[in-house]
């Protein structure tokens, strides 16, 4: 049964790059089946659970595209990745016997349900899994924003953010061997100092809609699982946090 400390919704952001593993680019299967299979404790418990992937293991738009194509196609390019991925995940949610239903902000009906809230939310209620693709569907918006948006249109009462690193950082510890992990920290603070959780967009939009965010690795998939049962992993994001480190 699920603990008094569960979420009864969230929005779990996975990056693209996580669902390539060691190899950096394309799909690790291994991967997938452990994030599903990490996804399905959650429903089983009976956490509603919403799913954005990125594309990033396939193309990056702004980063990619720069300088060589227009901005736009570029994007357009993202949101197609994050569709493949999507669709992937589908699959294999399928093969650990987890119902998942995949939804684009772009209509392509021959592969995948458009995408309305509203019948979201009632594939949510039934205990499906609803993964959304093709971020916002607008260009200039990341998946992270895209992740937010869809967190405040469910309701989620919280996002749980898969990364390749275990929390929020001071600096960037890949750089930096003085930087300080926070085991919590305030929207306010992560503004101010231009901290990278997500873009700054995404951050402005889960602080003014009051939505907590849970930074964790994806190294250990049973994360999502603790995550989503309200147990501390990786770094919270909140409003009105003193910062913590740890």
Not at 39 to 48: A, F, I, K, M, P
Not at 188 to 214: C, F, K, Q, Y
Not at 235 to 244: K, N, Q, R, S, W
Request: contains cysteine; charged residues 25%.
């Amino acid at each position: 049964m699920a603990s008094e400390k569960t979420y009864r919704r969230v929005l779990l952001k996975v990056s693209g790059e996580a669902l390539a593993g060691s190899r950096g680019t394309g799909l690790d299967f291994g991967v997938l089946r452990t994030v599903c299979t990490a996804v399905g404790r959650c429903v089983r418990d009976g956490v509603q659970v919403g799913l954005v992937v990125g594309g990033g293991n396939f193309w990056r738009g702004a980063k990619n595209g720069g300088g060589k194509m227009e901005r736009s196609r570029a994007d357009h390019m993202g949101m197609l990745a994050t569709v493949m991925n999507a669709l992937a995940l589908a699959d294999v949610f399928s093969q650990v016997g987890v119902e998942a239903v995949v939804q684009t902000a772009i209509t392509m009906e021959r592969i995948a349900e458009p995408y309305t809230h509203r019948e979201a939310d009632r594939l949510l209620r039934e205990g499906k899994v609803v993964i959304f693709a093709c971020g916002t569907g607008s260009p200039y918006f990341s998946t992270d924003t895209g992740a937010v948006l869809r967190a405040a249109e469910i309701g989620a009462d919280a996002i749980l953010l898969a990364k390749n690193i275990d929390g929020v950082y001071s600096a960037d510890p890949k750089t930096d061997p003085g930087a300080v992990r926070f085991a919590q920290i305030g929207y306010e603070e992560v503004l101010a100092r231009r901290l990278g959780v997500m873009d700054l967009t995404a951050t402005s939009m889960a602080m003014d809609n009051h939505i907590p965010v849970v930074v964790f690795p994806l190294a250990d998939p049973e994360n999502i699982y603790r995550a989503a049962r309200g147990e501390r992993v990786g770094t919270l994001v909140a409003e009105g946090l003193e910062t913590a480190e740890g």
